[in-house]
């Protein structure tokens, strides 16, 4: 009783601590921005001191609110709003917690948490430094901060405080209850990542500014947030690899991207940033591009602003319903004042923001690169455009409309060949000028080994009679050339034979430069190949960990030709004992089960799954009843898959009733996804290829 | 020098027009009109055996679904009027929060005479569950 009746009492307090820890924190932020500028401006030591304690005090109080929220969450705190908006009784405790991001305000609370974290890592990073930079980037960071403070406030119209409690002092008996949708664990864990990855970019931008600011546009600025920019990179890439998989398990379409204008949310500032790690090489080893650089980062800032907007907003998904809330145009405005703000002072520096160098050759590393900047931000450009063309096509024709996921396919696919191709080229080219040596050494060897691939997958595919594409889906991607490019009426996949090709001459180009750098050192330290190559990598971490990140990148290349291009669909809706059949694969619904839940009820058929008459396996489809207090009433597709080799068999079910008996018809949808697993595979290379590169100490770092 | 300027100038805009002509031709080819039930309705005639999309919620008592012929059949009402268009929707599964009065996004062609899409794409949003909510009870925050 006594821990009740504490309970109780602690309750009555937390969300109003959480809230004056709010607005002291808009203190802190304001203060932080202007020591920092005194400090910096005359000199003075001690408001820089300050400056950066103000940073750690905003992520201290950002603290306690967070903490605060999750408490609410943690002992169901029903007069909190937000509580009631997204947890209930019922909830795991998982899920619980990460109901903290489960709606706008709570995730704007997170963002900003995680925003004050980066600001307290950066000022603890440079605590001993005698260099100015970092406390000239805190300026930037302090100032978004600001911006998100000012968010969470609960002062704009439509976005409520996370903290709020019912004006009028009710209670609710249960909260809503958190999407069963969002009840798994890849989407618990996926939208934190993708904030994670968003948030960490805001520092290498933060730098840029910094350089701006104090003049310094060297490469100084770039080596100390390059590790910043890669864990951002990394984490992206895990995020939004996490949002396809819950896609793929959850959603039962069988698919895992379908250029939503949420995943292109999350896509675009990684084409950006990845851009970016390309393009400030060449500012480090040639000074060319700085002004290019400052351009690429601010800009890959503001698409996680923007990418928000789109979401958040209401502008695009016209399903939302919801009612139009002040927080669009004050995001709109942010990234409008503060990419002016970047423009002001790019002129202001303008004579130092010079090329030391010029582009000697188009033949060239240096123009690989650009030429990989160019094809990766408009990449991003056709994203964008494709994303807003209901906005677009409104102001231009007067007619909302809007763009299929068959555009996207067919647009990217060109840009994204070339991208493939240059994964090995740019490697191995020679910098300045290539040479006819160059050339003879590096490249005819893969252009052989990826010709005669070629030739022999056209030759699998001619015999396995899939030169014409099976898929009968809007889907044509890798598979078909677009409408009105046939060969005499006729689809011809030439596009994979390019995948191919292209895959083959990368993994060639890239794994003799692994062979040779290995013979090199196994010759010179009399040693086993093996050691060799782990000697190779240890010794520029950064160079072979970007190209085990190409080596990813193609494997993942594979994987979407094989199963974007080549999945097999079959529908069919069976009563128990009756089969279907997708691909060689025969299936019967051989069974049914029901099963008690914690928040869920569980119920679905269990199918044999037979190959040239052989018994594989049986899976067991489902769907989840959401039916208690709080659930609303819905239930959710559970899928089923099963892994043979690479590819997967992918089973999800239509509506059932509670109850199945012997003549429920139940609507079941069958995808073969033929290398599927590739994809995942490929993506966890990348990852690793990220975590060596991001191993490698910064120059900086290093010689002081 | 300057030759080789040139050289480059000629590159990037070859590659500029040419990426802008493939954006441009394909979203002339695939792009497809956006219409809320009530206007659709006006102008039928207009857009028969047309390929566009219809957003507006699901008529209350309207869906009917089809199990052992895998077939979703529904109307879809207009968000201020009381106009409606059929949908029919075969051999894909109900999505999930597939509610009565809830929202929902119908792309597939259109059939005048019988004011019915034959439906390719199906997305759902629960209204009430969403930001909808949300965004009433910040208005009671917000007085």
């Not at chain 1, 000074?287 to 502008?315: D, E, H, P, V, Y």
């Not at chain 1, 794994?511 to 010179?524: I, Q």
């Not at chain 1, 190779?536 to 199963?563: A, E, F, P, Q, T």
């Not at chain 2, 055996?49 to 209350?60: H, R, S, T």
Request: charged share 15%; hydrophobic share 50%; aromatic share 12%.
């Amino acid at each position: 009783m006594f821990i009740e009746d504490l309970l109780v009492g602690v309750q009555g307090v937390t969300a109003e601590l959480g809230q004056a820890a709010i607005f002291l924190s808009l203190l802190s932020a304001l203060w932080a921005i202007f020591s920092l500028c005194i400090g910096l401006i005359n000199r003075r030591l001690n408001f820089v001191r300050s400056g950066r304690n103000a940073v750690i005090a905003t992520l201290i109080l950002i603290s306690i609110a967070t903490c605060a929220l999750i408490f609410g969450f943690v002992t169901d705190d029903f007069s909190m709003m937000y509580v009631v908006e997204v947890s209930s009784a019922a909830q795991p405790l998982l899920y619980k917690i990460t109901a903290l991001w489960g709606h706008m305000s709570g995730s704007l609370l997170f963002w900003l948490w995680l925003l004050t974290v980066a600001g307290g890592v950066v000022v603890l990073q440079n605590r001993r430094s005698q260099d100015s930079l970092a406390d000239y980037a805190l300026i930037p960071i302090a100032i978004v901060q600001l911006f998100f403070i000012v968010l969470v406030t609960g002062w704009i119209e439509g976005v409520y405080n996370p903290l709020a409690r019912f004006p009028d002092g009710q209670i609710a008996v249960d909260g809503k209850g958190l999407n069963p949708l969002l009840q798994t664990p890849s989407m618990a864990f996926h939208p934190p990542t993708l904030y994670i990855g968003w948030i960490s970019l805001t520092v290498p931008f933060a730098f840029a500014v910094a350089a701006l600011l104090s003049g310094r546009i060297g490469s100084d600025w770039i080596l100390r947030s390059r590790r910043w920019m890669l864990f951002s990179w990394i984490i992206l890439t895990i995020g939004i690899t996490l949002g396809g998989h819950w896609a793929y398990q959850e959603l039962g379409w069988g698919g895992y991207w379908a250029w939503d204008p949420v995943e292109n949310a999350s896509f675009m500032p990684w084409l950006l940033g990845t851009a970016y790690l390309h393009s400030v090489m060449i500012q480090e080893k040639r000074s060319m591009l700085k002004l290019w650089n400052i351009l690429l980062i601010t800009l890959a800032f503001q698409f996680t602003l923007i990418g928000t907007f789109i979401t958040r907003s209401g502008i695009i998904t016209s399903v939302h319903a919801f009612a139009q809330s002040d927080m669009g145009g004050y995001f709109l405005g942010f990234i409008l004042l503060s990419t002016l703000g970047v423009i002001a002072l790019i002129v202001y520096r303008w004579e130092r923001l010079r090329s030391e160098n010029r582009l000697e050759s188009l033949l060239s590393r240096e123009s690989s690169f650009i030429l990989n900047n160019w094809l990766l931000v408009g990449l991003t450009l056709i994203i964008l455009w494709g994303t807003l063309w209901p906005i677009i096509s409104e102001a231009i024709q007067g007619e909302k409309a809007s763009v299929p996921e068959s555009f996207f396919n067919q647009v990217v696919i060109i840009p994204g060949l070339i991208l493939l191709f240059l994964t090995g080229a740019g490697p191995v080219i020679s910098w300045k000028k290539i040479t006819p040596n160059n050339f003879k050494r590096m490249f005819i060897p893969p252009i052989i080994v990826g010709l005669i691939a070629t030739g022999i997958a056209w030759i699998y595919l001619a015999v396995r009679g899939i030169l014409e594409i099976p898929n009968q889906l809007e889907s044509s991607f890798f598979a078909r050339l677009p409408e009105g490019l046939t060969f005499s009426g006729e689809t011809f996949p030439i596009f994979s034979l390019l995948c191919v090709f292209a895959s083959v001459f990368v993994l060639f180009a890239i794994g003799s430069e692994f062979y040779r750098g290995a013979k090199l050192r196994t010759k010179r330290q009399q040693t086993t190949f093996l050691n060799g190559l782990g000697l190779l990598i240890n010794r520029n971490k950064r160079r072979y960990g970007g190209y085990i990140v190409h080596i990813g990148i193609v494997i993942v290349y594979i994987g979407i030709m094989g199963s974007k291009g080549y999945f097999l669909l079959e529908s069919a809706s069976l009563k128990l004992g009756e089969s279907m059949g997708v691909g060689s694969y025969q299936l019967t619904m051989q069974d049914t089960f029901q099963e008690e839940h914690q928040n869920y009820f569980r119920a679905g058929v269990e199918f044999g799954v037979m190959k040239d008459g052989n018994q594989k396996t049986t899976m067991r489809p489902a769907r989840h009843f959401y039916h208690k207090a709080g659930q609303g009433d819905q239930d959710t597709i559970e899928s089923a898959i099963y892994g043979i080799g690479m590819n997967e068999l992918y089973i999800a079910l239509g509506p059932l009733p509670a109850k199945i008996d012997n003549d429920t018809d139940v609507n079941v949808q069958v995808y073969y996804n033929p290398l599927i697993r590739v994809v995942w595979i490929g993506v966890a290379i990348m990852v690793l290829g990220g975590l060596i590169a991001i191993a490698e100490r910064s120059e900086s770092t290093k010689s002081s | 020098m300057k030759q080789r300027r040139l050289k480059i100038f000629a590159a990037s805009a070859i590659l500029l027009v040419a990426m802008v002509f493939l954006v441009l031709a394909m979203t002339e080819k695939t792009s497809v009109l956006h219409f809320t039930p009530a206007e659709l309705v006006a102008n039928a005639t207009e857009n028969d055996k047309q390929n566009l999309q219809v957003d507006g919620v699901i008529a209350e008592g309207s869906s009917t679904w089809d199990a052992a012929n895998f077939k979703l059949t529904f109307a879809v009402r207009d968000r201020e009027s009381s106009d409606t268009v059929n949908v029919i929707y075969e051999n894909r599964l109900k999505p999930d929060n597939f509610t009565d009065g809830g929202s929902v996004f119908v792309e597939g062609k259109y059939d005048a005479a019988k004011n019915r899409i034959v439906a390719t794409k199906l997305t759902t949003k629960c209204a009430s569950k969403y930001e909808g909510a949300e965004s009433t009870s910040s208005k009671k925050g917000s007085s």
